[in-house]
């Protein structure tokens, strides 16, 4: 008896091992939406089908991985108050979209990119490492993602940029501006949906959904993840102190993958940062784009960055 006990505690341990390997690494291979992805469900594969002028350009970052971008202009979207740009600046504001785990610029395209289309002149849309077309293996998680936005950030110069970001993109665009005091000469404000706070908890419930195992099959993935260098980001609130542009929030009340909860965290710990609680909507980005708060909270948004005086350049430190 006591050596089968022990046949299948070892049985059990390698099984526990074997899962966490392998859920380990589907957490850094997101499900590509490419081109062939778009046509397949008949969306558009690139700006020129959406009816926009556009260029491509792409991103180079360290061991040969590039990050495709599209360079979506407008001219003339932007009138009125908003025309005379962010943070103090005379420049119409450029406005980043950053897309969530799984995600790419295309769906930014078909989905965020109507809902901001009036408020800017030139959008910016990439894919994250891992996702959509990047020349990347995989995902990072939101960890080397942060390195990767503060580039193209600097590629695009001083500004005013405006991030509209989703998910683990809105956890990396303010985990940017917590980690990188220059980050603040180039950001005018964000613009997050529901961001989480704890990316394990966020795991766990992600995984629950999907009815697959959780703790200690996510532990062992993360560790594994933690050897080789890979840190997911989670706020602990003093470093979201450290931001010192505009942030608004919008989050779903029902929001299983992001609670709620981590909302009201980060909200409370960014100066002067604005939550917007949305009831009987959960983790999608479709319904949180078309809940009656939408309009209304990013019009309040820009409005406060057109209104909001110049500041000197890093002013978080």
Known sequence: MTGLLTFLGVAFGLLVIITAVLTGREMLRPARRSAGWAIARGLPCDPADAGYEYEQWWVDRPKGIRLPVWEITTAGAAEGRHATGAHGSSQAPTIVLVHGWGQGRIDMLGRMLPAWIDRAERFILYDQRGHGESEAPGSNLGDREVDDLLALLEHLGDGPIVLVAYSMGAVVSLAALSEDAEAHRHVAGVFAYAPYADFHESLC?????????????????????????????????????????????????????????????????????????????????????????????????????????????????
């Open 205 to 317: 419930a992600r995984l629950r959904q999907m009815r697959l195992p959780r703790r200690p099959v996510t532990d062992l993935a993360l560790l594994f993840h933690r050897v080789r260098g890979i840190r997911p980001r989670s706020f602990h609130g003093d470093e979201l102190a450290r931001i010192d542009v505009p942030v608004t929030i919008l989050h779903g009340v029902e929001d299983e993958i992001s609670p709620i909860e981590h909302g009201r965290f980060i909200a409370s710990h960014i100066p002067g940062a604005t939550l917007h609680e949305v009831r009987d909507v959960g983790h999608t980005l479709e319904a949180l784009l078309q809940c009656d708060q939408h309009d209304p909270a990013a019009e309040a948004f820009m409005n406060r960055l057109a209104d909001r005086p110049a500041q000197p350049a890093a002013s978080s430190t």
